[in-house]
């Protein structure tokens, strides 16, 4: 257990420092305030909050003034013109008003400022931030049918991060059994020379019913992908070499990968692991996306 849990500790603080990217450039978003018309008097907009299921008490004095104007200005999550403060004060019918808040409370209590949780409760809250992302046809880990919470995966057999990620992701699948699922998208980059032959052997798996098994092989060795290592590990998971050979160069393998970078794309992902949770791009440090899904569940 020990070790279990040092090894959690470490894939974290990897993975908490980067990802792997194409681009160098990261361009910081902000959110203006939402402007609600009818404001309360400056003295009243500085005072603490207090509201009924959300612990504002735990946090500092700076802390809770910040979350108190954000509470007061954040619009609520089921798209009332009505502040979060207010839904939740109100006890309105939007039951996801006193979850918003308490992210709120917890963003600012891990430090944020106030312009990046304005971000991520857009990302999070904001209808126009979820998208719709097409999983016909993607393997499917977890729970194929009913799941409360869809995981997507954009990743990369040749980077480093989504081979520490993977451990971490099956464990949260674990944790979370019967109530969550996570979904496989191909997004091999352009530096890693063989993240593509890699993509087309699991492609090529899935159409034997192997893919996980294929993934899998190819994380745990990710520095041996070479052609002749990517059909040994078909051999080994028990491929039907001949159809395994054929279709790993056929069209239709290379369309798959394809089409999942395009769409990847088209969300804005240009690295790797890119994880969306319910179709929102989850946009946290790596390590609190435990967290994150426990409040999705929850």
């Known amino acids: 257990m020990v070790e279990d849990m040092s090894l959690r500790a470490l894939l974290v603080a990897v993975l908490v420092l980067s990802g792997c990217d194409d681009e160098s450039d990261v361009v910081e978003q902000r959110v203006e305030n939402v402007n609600l018309g009818g404001r309360a008097p400056a003295a009243e907009a500085a005072a603490p909050l207090e509201l009924p299921g959300v612990d504002l008490a735990s946090l500092g004095g700076a802390d809770r003034r910040m979350a108190s104007t954000l509470l007061r200005d954040l619009l609520s999550p089921c798209g009332e013109p009505i502040s979060v403060a207010r839904c939740v004060s109100e006890g309105t019918a939007c039951n996801r008003c006193v979850p918003a808040a308490r992210y709120v409370v917890r963003l600012a209590a891990e430090g944020l400022p106030d312009h990046e949780i304005r971000t991520l409760y857009r990302n999070r809250y904001d209808p126009a931030a979820q998208k719709t992302i097409d999983l ?3 393997p499917v880990r977890g729970t194929p049918m009913g799941a409360s919470v869809t995981l997507v995966v954009f990743s990369d057999f040749e980077c480093p991060y989504c081979r520490l990620a993977h451990p971490l992701l099956m464990q949260l699948l674990r944790e979370h059994e019967g109530r ?9 980059l352009s530096m890693h020379e063989r993240a593509v032959p890699a993509a087309l052997a699991a ?8 893919f996980w098994e294929m993934h899998d092989i190819l994380f745990e060795h990710q520095d041996a992908l070479t052609d002749a290592d990517l059909e040994r590990y078909a051999r080994e998971i028990g491929l039907d070499l001949a159809r395994f050979r054929a279709d790993v160069t056929a069209e239709a393998a290379r369309e798959r990968v394809e089409r999942d970078r395009a769409e990847g ?8 692991p890119s994880i969306f949770i319910n179709g929102r791009r989850f946009e946290e440090p790596f390590e609190n996306l435990s967290v994150f899904l426990r409040e999705e569940l929850d």
């Open 136 to 138: 016909e046809g993607a």
């Open 265 to 272: 794309r088209e969300l804005g992902v240009q690295g790797t």
């Open 203 to 210: 492609a090529a798996a899935q159409n034997q019913g192997k």
């Open 180 to 188: 969550a699922r996570l979904a496989f998208k191909h997004f091999p």
